[in-house]
C-alpha cells in the first residue's frame, strides 16, 4: 500500500482526475438565466438552463449529470413539467436527471446559506457584501449546473434584495432595474443584467452591497467609450485613484502590444476583504481582494503600489487571455494563467524599469517555484492529473507558466511572436481550447517546428545547464560546450532534452566582442552583433565562436532566458567583471547575487568549523567591487538596491541538498555585518542625501531612491549604533509615506540592541493606535511581528491571535500572521524542537473545514519536510501525520498531505 492508500479507507478516497480521461460533455448550455433572491440568512437560486446535446459528442447522451454542492433542491422541472423524486438521482457532488431528451428547458430552485459559507468559494458575505468566487469549481455551490470550463452559455441575472444593499452587480450590461415585484412594503428592489459573451460557468460573477464608487471613462482604438468603475465599502473611496490609472494603462498597452481592444461598454471592479487569492477575472466585473485593489501613499508600500498595478493589468488582460480564449479543461490552466502573468509582467515591465521586475521576478521564480519542483507537489506547467484543481493554482503554472511563454517570445522573436498570439486569438475567439493549441498557433504563424519545445508542458523539475568553455589562442576561437539534464519528478523519472533558448554575449577587456558563431547566419533582425541567442535541444552540445582575439568572460543565460539552474565556474574575478561592466542589467545583479553566495559560503565553512563570525572580514577586491556600484551612477538606484541585497535565507534553502537553518542564518548575518562595518560610510551617505520631505509619487524613480535608502538602513542598522537607532525611529515618526514607515519600523523590530526594542515597542504601540481602522494597514503590523527574526517570535505570534486586530477567518490576517511566520520566519518556525511545526499543524486543522483552499496553501513549509535534518525531519512529519489522521480531511489538505508524506 502506497501512503496515500494507508491514509483512508478506500471507499473514502477522493478520487484522482486525469487529463487522459477527458471527454467532451454530452449536454451544452445555450443560456443561462439566473434569478438569485437575496434574504438575510439564505438565498434563492432559480436557474433556467436551456439545454441541447452535443453534436460533437460520440454517442448522444440520454441522461444529464449536473454538477451541484451544499445545495438545497427546492424544485426542480423539465420543459415545464415537475420532475418526481424517480426522474433523477443525487450523487456525491452531482444530480443526474435521467432520459432527458434532445433539447431541453431545465428549472431549477435551490437554497444556499452564503452567511454560513466560510470556504469563500460560491456565494457568501464578506463583512457588508454578498459576493461570489466561482473559479474553479465554485459554481456547483451556487445552482446544479455543468460546471466544466468546456461548457461556455449565455448569461443572464436578476438580483433581487432588500435595497439597504443599493448596488446589484453581475456580469454583462444593465438591461433593466426597479422595484421588487409582490413586495408591498417595497423595501426590496431588482437589477438584470445580461453578459452578450458566451461563458463558462467559473467566469460567473454577482456582487450586493452599500457600496461607493469612483467612475473613469476609457476610449478604444476603434472609438468606442467603455465607462469604467470600481467598487469599495465607502471608508476606501479615497484609494482608488492608483486601480484606476493602472487599468486605464493596462486598457492602452493590450490595444497597443497585442492589438486587443475591450469588448463591452463597462468594466466593473468590485474590492472585497474577505478573498482566497488576489483577485478574479469575471467577464465585465473582476472582483479584487482588497490588498489588490486599494492603494494610498500614507496607508500603502510601494510594493502594495506595484502589486495593486500589476494584478489590476492581470486581470483586465484575461479578458481575452482566458475570456474570450479560455481553457478546455483544468489542467490546461498554465493556457490563461502562465500567458497571462507573461503579459502583465511585459506591461509592468514597460510601466517601470524592464530590468528591474527582471529581477523581481526571477527572484520570485528561483525562491519559490524552483522550491515547488523539487519537492512532492512537483507538476508539469500541464499537470496530468489532480485530486483538487484549487491545489494546482501554484507558482508553476503562473510563473514557470510565463517563463515557457517568454522563451517561445525569445525563440520566435517580437514580430513572429505577435503574428502567433495574433492568429491565436483569431482562430480561437469564443472557444475553449488546449495549450496544444496555443503552440500550434505559434508554430503556424512563424513556420517553426515546436514539437520539442511542448517537453516544457509536459516534463517537471527545474533542468540544469553544465556550461564549460575553451579557447583556442592559435585559431581565435572559443567553443561553449552546454549539458542538460533534469532531476527525475513525481510524475516522470527519465526526461527528454528541452528545447532551450540561451541568450549570451562574451566580455573582452574593452566591452562586449562581436560574436560570429561558426555554421550560422548572423543575426540581421536586431543588428546587433554582440547578443545571441544560442537554442539549446540535445543532452549536449557544442557551440564554436570564431574571430575571437582573446579570452572572453561568457555572460551566460542573459535576461535569465531560460528558467534553469546555470552551473559555470566562475572565478570570483570574473564576477567582479561581469558585476561591473556587463551590458546585460540582469546579469550583472546575476553576478552580485554569485559573488554574495561565495561570500555566505565561505562564512558557513567557518561556522561549520565552529569558528566565530563575529569579527568575519571580506576580502578587499570584493569590497571594492561592491562600493564602486555604489557609486556607479549609471546605474537605476534599484538595481543598486537589489545588487546589494544578498541572497536571501530562501533562495540559499533552495540551493542547499540539506537545509541547516542555523547555519544559513548566522553566515548570512554575518556577511551582511561585514559589509555595514566596511561600507558604513557609503550607506550614511545614501542615507542623509535622500530627501525626507519629498512629496510621494509612485513612480519607478521614487521607488528605486525609497528602496536604496532602505537598504542602507537596513544595513547601518546592524551595526548597533545609537545615533542611527534615533535615526532609524525618527524616520518612523515623520515619513510621510508607509514605505518609509514600514521600513523604518520593521528595522526596529528587528534590530537586536537594547535602544531599539525599547523604540520598537513603542512604535509598535503607536502604530496600532494609528492605523487599527484601517485592516489592510493592521496586516502589515501583523506581518512585521510575525517576521521577526528574534527570539520569542512563535509567543508573540500566539499571543497575536488573541489580539482584537486579529481576525481568523480572514485570509489576509491568516496569511500576514501564520503564514507570515511559517513561511517567512525560518529561524523561529524551525527552532524550539517542533513547537513552530505543531503550531502551523493546529492551525491546518482548524481551517481544514473552515476554509480547505487556504488550509491547503498554509501546509507549504511542512511539504518540505525532506530538506532537513533527520531529527526536524521526523518532528516535521508526525505533524503531517497528525493531519492526514484527522476525519473529515477536505480533498485541498488531503491531497497536498498525502503526496507529501510518499
Ligand atoms: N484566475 C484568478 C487569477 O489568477 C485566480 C483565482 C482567483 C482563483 N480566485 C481564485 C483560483 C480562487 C482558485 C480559487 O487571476
Ligand atoms: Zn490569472
Not at 420532475?83 to 437554497?111: H, N, Q, V, W
Not at 581565435?476 to 528541452?498: A, G, M, N, V
Not at 536604496?708 to 524616520?731: F, P, S, T
Request: proline share 4%; aromatic share 10%.
Amino acid at each position: 500500500m502506497t501512503a496515500v492508500e494507508q491514509s483512508l479507507p478506500a471507499k473514502d478516497q477522493p478520487k484522482t482526475i486525469y487529463l487522459k480521461d477527458y471527454q467532451v460533455p454530452g449536454y451544452l448550455i445555450k443560456t443561462t438565466d439566473l434569478r438569485f433572491e437575496i434574504y438575510d440568512g439564505e438565498t434563492i437560486v432559480s436557474a433556467m438552463l436551456h439545454l441541447y446535446r452535443n453534436p460533437t459528442a460520440q454517442t448522444p447522451a440520454t441522461q444529464l449529470i449536473l454538477q451541484g454542492a451544499d445545495l438545497e433542491l427546492i424544485s426542480i422541472a423539465l420543459d415545464g413539467k415537475q420532475l418526481s423524486t424517480s426522474d433523477y438521482e443525487f450523487g456525491e457532488e452531482s444530480l443526474t436527471i435521467f432520459d432527458t431528451p434532445a433539447e431541453f428547458k431545465l428549472l431549477t430552485i435551490t437554497r444556499i446559506k452564503p452567511e454560513a459559507n466560510t470556504s469563500l468559494e460560491g456565494l457568501y458575505r464578506s463583512r457588508t457584501m454578498y459576493c461570489t468566487q466561482c473559479e474553479a469549481e465554485g459554481f456547483r455551490k451556487i445552482t446544479y449546473y455543468l460546471d466544466r470550463p468546456d461548457v461556455m452559455s449565455e448569461f443572464t441575472t436578476t438580483v433581487v434584495a432588500d435595497k439597504k444593499y443599493p448596488v446589484l452587480l453581475s456580469n454583462g450590461n444593465l438591461i433593466d432595474q426597479g422595484d421588487a415585484e409582490n413586495n408591498p412594503q417595497n423595501n426590496r428592489h431588482y437589477a438584470t443584467w445580461h453578459d452578450p459573451f458566451k461563458k463558462p460557468a467559473y467566469l460567473f460573477a454577482l456582487v450586493a452591497g452599500d457600496l461607493a464608487h469612483i467612475e473613469d471613462s476609457f476610449t478604444t482604438c476603434s472609438g468606442r467609450d467603455v465607462t469604467l468603475k470600481i467598487f469599495v465599502e465607502p471608508k476606501d473611496l479615497d484609494k482608488c485613484d492608483h486601480a484606476m490609472e493602472s487599468l486605464k494603462n493596462s486598457m492602452r498597452w493590450d490595444e497597443e502590444v497585442y492589438g486587443r481592444e475591450y469588448d463591452l461598454n463597462i468594466f466593473m471592479i468590485v474590492a472585497v476583504d474577505d478573498f482566497n487569492m488576489g483577485a478574479m477575472e469575471n467577464k465585465g466585473l473582476n472582483i479584487f481582494n482588497t490588498s489588490c485593489v486599494l492603494a494610498k501613499p500614507e496607508t500603502t508600500t510601494d510594493a502594495g503600489f506595484q502589486r495593486v498595478e500589476g494584478v489590476v493589468a492581470h486581470e483586465y488582460f484575461h479578458n481575452w487571455s482566458g475570456n474570450r480564449v479560455t481553457c478546455r479543461d483544468w489542467f490546461q490552466l498554465s493556457l490563461k494563467e502562465g500567458f497571462t502573468v507573461y503579459r502583465d509582467s511585459e506591461f509592468s515591465a514597460d510601466m517601470g524599469s524592464r530590468t528591474v521586475k527582471r529581477v523581481e521576478d526571477v527572484t520570485l521564480l528561483r525562491t519559490l517555484q524552483f522550491a515547488e519542483d523539487a519537492g512532492p507537489m512537483a507538476h508539469p506547467i500541464r499537470p496530468e492529473s489532480y485530486i483538487e484543481i484549487s491545489n494546482f493554482y501554484t507558482m508553476t503554472v503562473y510563473e514557470k507558466g510565463a517563463e515557457i511563454i517568454r522563451m517561445l517570445a525569445t525563440l520566435l522573436g517580437k514580430d513572429d511572436f505577435r503574428k502567433g498570439t495574433d492568429l491565436y486569438f483569431e482562430r480561437h475567439d469564443g472557444q475553449a481550447v488546449t495549450t496544444e493549441d496555443f503552440v500550434a498557433a505559434l508554430a503556424d504563424a512563424s513556420g517553426r517546428d515546436l514539437t520539442q519545445f511542448k517537453n516544457w508542458y509536459a516534463q517537471a523539475g527545474t533542468p540544469r545547464l553544465q556550461v564549460t568553455d575553451s579557447y583556442d589562442e592559435d585559431a581565435q576561437e572559443y567553443s561553449l560546450t552546454i549539458k542538460q539534464s533534469c532531476p527525475p519528478t513525481p510524475e516522470c523519472q527519465q526526461k527528454l532534452p528541452f528545447h532551450i533558448p540561451v541568450a549570451l554575449g562574451l566580455l573582452g577587456s574593452a566591452g562586449d566582442l562581436p560574436l560570429y558563431l561558426k555554421d550560422a547566419e548572423p543575426d540581421f533582425e536586431t543588428g546587433d552583433n554582440t547578443h545571441t541567442v544560442l537554442e539549446l535541444t540535445a543532452a549536449e552540445q557544442t557551440f564554436v565562436f570564431q574571430r575571437v582575439q582573446e579570452k572572453p568572460v561568457p555572460s551566460l543565460l542573459r535576461g535569465f532566458s531560460a528558467p534553469v539552474k546555470l552551473q559555470y565556474n566562475y572565478s570570483r574575478d570574473d564576477l567582479i567583471v561581469l558585476m561591473s561592466r556587463d551590458s546585460d542589467g540582469f546579469n550583472r545583479w546575476e553576478a552580485s547575487q554569485q559573488l554574495g553566495l561565495q561570500a555566505i559560503y565561505h562564512a558557513m565553512s567557518a561556522y561549520a568549523r565552529g569558528e566565530s563570525l563575529a569579527g568575519l572580514q571580506l576580502d578587499a577586491d570584493l569590497l571594492s567591487a561592491y562600493s564602486s556600484v555604489l557609486q556607479d551612477d549609471s546605474l537605476d538606484q534599484a538595481m543598486v538596491a537589489y545588487m546589494l541585497s544578498l541572497p536571501s535565507e530562501a533562495y540559499l534553502s533552495e540551493l542547499a541538498d540539506v537545509v541547516d537553518v542555523e547555519a544559513i542564518h548566522h553566515s548570512r548575518m554575518a556577511v551582511r555585518k561585514a559589509l555595514a562595518r566596511a561600507l558604513r560610510d557609503h550607506f550614511v551617505r545614501i542615507y542623509n542625501a535622500y530627501d525626507h520631505q519629498q512629496v510621494y509619487a509612485a513612480t519607478a524613480d521614487a521607488i528605486a531612491s525609497r528602496s536604496l535608502k532602505n537598504v542602507a538602513l537596513g544595513y547601518l542598522m546592524l551595526l548597533g549604533e545609537d545615533d542611527l537607532i534615533r535615526a532609524c525611529e525618527q524616520q518612523y515618526r515623520e515619513s510621510n509615506n508607509m514605505t518609509d514607515v514600514m521600513a523604518a519600523l520593521s528595522q526596529l523590530v528587528n534590530a537586536d540592541a537594547p535602544l531599539a526594542q525599547q523604540l520598537a515597542e513603542t512604535s509598535l504601540a503607536d502604530f496600532y493606535q494609528r492605523w487599527q481602522h484601517e485592516s489592510l494597514v493592521v496586516n502589515q503590523w501583523l506581518s512585521v511581528q510575525a517576521t521577526c527574526l528574534l527570539p520569542n517570535t512563535l509567543d508573540k505570534v500566539k499571543g497575536l491571535q488573541n489580539h482584537a486586530a486579529y481576525d481568523g477567518k480572514n485570509p489576509n490576517k491568516i496569511r500576514a500572521l501564520i503564514a507570515g511566520f511559517c513561511g517567512g520566519n525560518a529561524i523561529n518556525f524551525h527552532a524550539n524542537a517542533g513547537a513552530g511545526y505543531q503550531f502551523l499543524a493546529d492551525q491546518i486543522i482548524l481551517l481544514n473545514t473552515q476554509n480547505p483552499q487556504i488550509a491547503s496553501r498554509l501546509l507549504t513549509p511542512l511539504t518540505k519536510w525532506k530538506k532537513y535534518s533527520p531529527e526536524r525531519q521526523a518532528l516535521m512529519k508526525k505533524e503531517l501525520e497528525r493531519i492526514i489522521a484527522e476525519p473529515n480531511l477536505s480533498k485541498d489538505v488531503f491531497e497536498v498531505v498525502s503526496k507529501s508524506l510518499v
